[in-house]
Every structure is written in C-alpha cells, then in structure tokens.
C-alpha cells in the first residue's frame, strides 16, 4: 500500500515527511498534477462492474486500488506544465486524476470537499462558536450602517478579508490591521468586509492537528509590543515559538470542530489574552508547519507521516463479486 | 421560513417553480450572487456565541436564520455586476455569501460541495458501478496502449469529454461521437481521453430525481436513425419524450446513487438497449428539466416546489444557551 503526495517538486516540507515515510520503509509515489500529459500519466477501466486504474509519475506505475492515503500538499495545476497548456486541458486533466481519486477508499489529509468547505472564513467562525471555542464579537457585511453601529459597540476593532490571500500571482497575504471607530465605513457597501474586536493579546498560539494529535506553540508578545502590529505574520518580534500545552477545553472543542470539518490536519490560530483565554481567529486546513516544527522540537512531519501510513480503510467489496458502497 | 432561490433573472425554469410556491403561499426569495453589492447586500454578525444574518435583494430582507431551503438554480459570479468588479471581490463576495449560508440549516438542493463533487465523471461512474447501475465499458487513459487494447476489446466506440462543457463563454457542449477501431490513437497522451462501449439503444432515457421522487422519460430512437448520432442533445428525431414506468432495480440503485452522492436533485441519462437494460451514462446534478415537463407533462417543477417548501431540519441550539453541533 503505497503514500501518494500531491505536490510540486520543490518542497521541503514535503521532502521532511518524505524522509520519515522512507525511513519507515512505506512506499510513497509523489506526483504533480501540473506534470499531467508531460511526465505523468493516468488510466482508468471501468468494466464488468470494477474500477482498475493506475498513475504514473517518474517512471513508476502506481495502482489506485493499492493507496492507502493521498496528501494533498501544494499540488500544482493540472495540465499546467503541458506542451499545450489550455484552460480545456486543466478541466480535463483535473476532473481524470480526481475523479479517479475520489472514488478510492484511500484516506485523504485533507480531502478536496472538506477542504474547499474549510476556506469559508463565515464557515469557520459559525462552526467554531458551535464547537464550543471562544469567538471575537465579528462582524461581515456590505451594509455601512452595521458597521457604523458594529464600531460603537466593539471601539476596539481590526479589519481582515473575508477570504484569505488577496488572489494576484503570486498571492499576496493581506494582513490584518486596526480601524479606528470613528472610520468612515461607506466603502462597506462595495465589498463584504470582516470587522473583529481585537484581543489585547498577550501571546499568538498555532495549535497543529494531525489526526487526533495536537500539539501547540505559544509566541509570547514582547510587552513593549507596537498595538497597531496585530498580525503576527508581519509582526518584527523575535521572540520565537515554544511549545504549549492545550487546555483540556480547548482541545475537547478542537476535537469536535475537525469532527466536523471532516479534516485530518488543521492548523488552527489563537490569540491568548490577559486571562489566559484562547480566543480562535481562524482554521487554516492547509497551513504550514515547518516554522514550527523548527523552532519548537514538536514532531508534526513524522506525526503527519505516522498517518499517512497507516493502512487504508478496508474496501468493503465482497468476496462473492458483489459491491457494497463506500461512504 | 423562506425559500432562497440563487439564480439569474432570465430563468423561466426557476420562474415554473416559483410559480407553484407563490400558489402554496410559501415566502420566496430570489437571489443573483452576481447583484451582490449593487442591488444585493448581505450582513453577519457572530456575537456571544450566535450567529445572525441577513441577505437583501430587490429591497427585502430576508433572515439567514429563517431559510428553509436553498435552490442553487443558476447563480451569476458573485460580485460580476458590481460596479468595479475584479477576482478579488468575486471571492471575497462568495466567501461571505456562501460561507455564511453554509453554515445555516436550510437544506439544500444541491449543497455546494455535493454538486461539485457530482461533476466529476470518472467519480459517477464508480458510484453508479456500486450502486448497481449497468455501466457501458469506459476507459480514461493519456496511454496511447491502453486505448489501443481497449478498441480491440471493444471495437465499437465513443469518445466523450472526461468532463462536460468546453469551458468557453458561453460554454459550449462537445458531443458524444462514434471512433473507428482503428483510430490512430497516439494524441491520446496529450489529454485524457474517454472511450466507452457504444450502446446499441432503443431509446434515449433521462431519469429525474426530486428527493425521492424518480420521473422517468423515454424518446424513442427511430428505426431508420443513423447509427453516428450517438448524442441525443444533437440528434434531429423529432421522437417526442413520452412518460416511462422506472423498473424497481433501477429505482433502487438511484436511491442508492442518490443517497452516496448526496443529492437531492439529479438527472440521470440512460441508453436503453435491445434487451430493455438501461445503461447508465451520467448524472447531471444540475440537468434542465423544462423540456421534459413540457413534452411529458410530468409535473418537475410542482415535485420541486414541494421539496423546497418543506420545513428545515430543527436548529439543535438547546434554549439554555449552549449550543449543539449540526452536522
């Protein structure tokens, strides 16, 4: 049973759990899908009732039956590295490979429905107030006199996208700043625009789940910290992350919020206030953990690679020819 | 409770059901993503642990708490009559409207993830496979020997696209077509390629699921009909559809099919052979249904109608304030 890995070929994050998987003597095919129809290649027979398809990525045939977990890492578009690259092409290519994929009974980190549910910033503020998890007063809208009313109740405000990366090539982060209250917020009604209270914080927590490990990191805000430095991807400190331990509390809601999400990793980011709350901020489904892993010792790559091999789900066909479905 | 309809405004499809819910008295709102921001206008407020929001549009408003049921017609690009539209606030638009709507209880025909999901065609035919459905031999394969074998194996062919519409503007529908055995097969390794046994058929069937309520219609193919117009969407019969009883088998693997995938829309296109056996060809989550009620009288849109007005799931909020998680 083999690890198939999504991704380009430059990523040493990828290469980190690579080196534990071969460590561990588990098979692992790592593919492209931007090498589709110039390096990779894919079939699939659908006779009699059954499905045998295999990909083939560097010379290697894999066979889709045999995979026992499927990472998607940073896959690339598919069909991009074509000879005639089309936008036809990539629709094709992407519906052939994860059409395919998607119909095996290998376990995803993360799959592709979970994973495109787990990007709605609304989603994951509504899921994390139902699992439990301490949610800053938010506030999303195209409507200026909510805002204006939102901002006499919470003075103490920031503003960050709905969405995420701003989407130029490549994407650019866009970072979460402070809005004064008395902020003119008639441009609200152009755009959907996320209002948070800010959490007087005194330290930033990225708690990375790999299945049902968690394991946290705590960057302890210097007290001399500028307030207007609210994002701590752009903050100047150096102070760097150490780990932390979960609060029973917090890692009961964690735990039923990737129920729920249907995700194998999640990496969630808390800000700690004055009272030692974690207040959640958001869920990134595919967020990086090397820094992390750097700085604190904690060992997500070989947790991540801990999962990925162990084995597939059994296939539920039976033995006399007939199929049950898989859910 | 109000029925949310996400569509264009030129939709008579949607205007058939609309009517049969203005008649039943049940609240409707109709709703183009396209007009958010000028014309529509969405608000979100996530505050002690609760959610409340509200969409407007054509100068209603309408509570996301009260929806019982959302109708993914055809919605525009969010934010694509905006005044300034660009990518960004086409994301940041749909990000707020559909992240928010996600996380309500309506129910949906179809859920976003589940009608995507459902695109995929190699996924449909495994699914069908498993649910029972008589799947025609079909290879998808960039190997140019693969395709080889299987046109000796299977000497009379078609080729399809892997996955629908050519993504031009507007999108435009490839058919189906017949391939000689002896095809030089090589430029298969330039793109996926779908081969799959031509049925020899009878009849065109499209089959149309609304909840769990199947309407089956058959148009015969005349006896005389040239055996290369393989695609019903192009053929020039002038065959009218006619109702057609659903054999209990078949009901019961579209139950199952159904059920796996999630959906409570489908239309099932089936090829029916000599011997009565229909074949199954796809499912499209988003299939037109007007033609059929029209040429059939089957009445679609009323079974529609009925679907949508039924009440949503029970909020599994408890009143002392604590809240469950709604899966």
């Not at 290519?93 to 709605?120: E, F, I, K, V």
């Not at 992350?241 to 039923?256: F, G, I, K, S, Y």
């Not at 729920?260 to 709350?277: H, R």
Request: glycine share 6%; net charge neutral.
């Amino acid at each position: 049973m083999t690890v198939l890995i999504l991704t380009g070929q430059e990523d040493v994050t990828a290469d980190m759990v690579v080196m534990h998987l071969n460590a561990a003597s588990v098979p692992v095919v790592r593919l492209d899908p931007a090498d589709l129809t110039a390096g990779a290649a894919l079939s699939g027979e659908y006779v009699h009732g059954s499905f045998h398809g295999h990909l083939s990525t560097g010379g290697r045939l894999v066979s889709i039956h045999g995979l026992r977990s499927i990472w998607v890492r940073r896959p690339g578009v598919p069909a991009a590295r074509a000879a005639q690259p089309s936008a036809w092409l990539t629709e094709e290519a992407s519906q052939a490979l994860y059409g395919m994929l998607r119909g095996c009974t290998a376990r995803w980190m993360n799959h592709p429905d979970a994973a495109r549910r787990a990007r709605h910033k609304p989603w994951q503020l509504r899921l994390a107030q139902r699992s439990g998890l301490p949610v800053p007063a938010t506030l999303i809208t195209t409507f200026p006199q909510a805002a204006r009313e939102f901002a006499e109740r919470f003075p103490d405000l920031v503003v960050k996208p709905v969405s995420g990366a701003h989407p130029q090539e490549p994407p650019r982060a866009v970072p979460t700043s402070r809005v004064a209250p008395d902020t003119d917020f008639s441009a609200v009604a152009y755009g959907p625009t996320l209002l948070q209270r800010r959490i007087a914080k005194r330290a930033d927590i990225r708690l990375t789940a790999v299945g049902g490990t968690l394991m946290a990191a705590r960057k302890e805000t210097p007290a001399d910290a500028d307030p207007d430095e609210v994002d701590v991807r752009f903050a100047t400190s150096d102070v760097p992350w150490r780990p932390a331990e979960v609060p029973p509390r917090v890692a009961a809601a964690v735990h039923t919020y990737l129920r729920e999400a249907e995700l194998a990793y999640g990496a969630f980011d808390f800000a700690e206030d004055a009272d030692g709350t974690w207040w959640f901020l958001e869920c990134n489904q595919s967020g990086q953990f090397g820094f992390i892993e750097v700085e604190t010792g904690q060992p997500l790559a070989r947790t991540i690679a801990e999962w990925l091999a162990r084995p597939a789900p059994r296939d539920h066909e039976q033995t006399d020819g007939r199929h049950t479905v898989t859910p």
